[in-house]
């Protein structure tokens, strides 16, 4: 698995879990906060690894 999908997965992980706790704070059942980490996930790890992917390629082509 290549680090930055490895490293987007853990920091989306994290992400999903606050935003999941934050949902449940706010008082909404526990199916909400289910959705809304699944949504928070599925969106944000392809953003995560796109960023990161990118940025590799930036910081290669410097060298």
Same mark, same amino acid.
């Given at each position: $698995?290549? *680090? %930055?999908? *490895?490293?987007?997965?853990?920091? @989306? #992980?994290?992400? =999903? /879990?606050?935003?999941? #706790? ?5 008082? %909404?059942? $526990? /199916? =909400? @906060?289910? /959705?809304? $980490? ?9 953003? +995560? !690894? +796109? @960023?990161? !992917?990118?940025?590799? &390629? /930036?910081?290669?082509?410097? &060298?």
């Amino acid at each position: $698995m290549p *680090k %930055e999908l *490895k490293r987007a997965i853990h920091n @989306s #992980v994290i992400i =999903t /879990l606050v935003a999941g #706790v934050v949902v449940n704070f706010q008082g %909404e059942n $526990m /199916l =909400t @906060s289910l /959705l809304a $980490m699944l949504y928070s996930f599925v969106i944000i790890t392809p953003a +995560l !690894w +796109l @960023s990161y !992917w990118f940025t590799q &390629k /930036l910081l290669q082509k410097r &060298k």
